[in-house]
Every structure is written in C-alpha cells, then in structure tokens.
C-alpha cells in the first residue's frame, strides 16, 4: 500500500509564493515519476509538472517559468515551489506517484487526497 501525504496548500494574494510537498510512504519497490496535477469545479483534473526517472520534468504552458517541481529521491518526496500566483492558480493539486507499490514490476498509479491553493486579495 501506498499513501501520500500532501502539505503546503492555502490562501495566498496575487503575485505571493507557496511551496506543496508530498511524501510517499508504504511499499514502494521503485519510483517511475511523482507530479502534480490540479483541478477546479466543473473542470477535467490537469498536469501541473511532473518529474521523471533521473529527473527530466515536464510543465504545462500555463506555469512555466513560475513553478518549480523538485525531488528527493532519498525521502520519496516531491515538491512544488509556486511563484507568481495567479487567480487562475486556484485549485485543489493532487499529488501522483508512478510506481511499483506491488512489487511485481508494473508501474501503478497513485494519489493524494489533494490540497486546496486559493489565490485571491
């Protein structure tokens, strides 16, 4: 089994920064990629960033050059520091990890229960 456990959500004004954090725990016998995704009411659940095997990362157009998505690989913890924050940028983001929890060498998927980012003045 495989938890993840997200923190770092809140209300911030325009233009303010915030930093997500997800930590995986449980049995996990190898790691393919750990991301975020957000998502609003009414909306399809989207990629924020997302951070693959020994590091390439991927960023949707709307937040590149003010996210960051890093990694601890020691700690199975991804991170998500958020500059810049916009109106738009309100949304609960879940965490996702891409891995083998099972330990038969497929790559599973799993997430978070989310965290609400609220950006308003």
């Known amino acids: 089994q495989v938890q993840l456990v997200e923190s770092g959500g809140g209300l911030v004004q325009p233009g303010g920064s915030l930093r997500l954090s997800c930590a995986a725990s449980?049995?996990?016998?190898?790691?393919?990629?750990m991301g975020w995704y957000r998502q609003v009411p009414g909306k399809q659940r989207e990629l924020v960033a997302d951070i693959i095997g020994g590091g390439r990362t991927n960023y949707a157009d709307s937040v590149k050059g003010r996210f960051t998505i890093s990694r601890d690989n020691a700690k199975n913890t991804v991170h998500l520091q958020m500059n810049s924050l916009k109106p738009e940028d309100t949304a609960v983001y879940y965490c996702r990890l891409g891995g083998d929890g099972r330990g038969d060498g497929r790559t599973y998927y799993y997430w978070g229960v989310g965290t609400q980012v609220t950006v308003s003045s």
């Open positions: 449980g049995s996990i016998f190898s790691i393919y990629a």
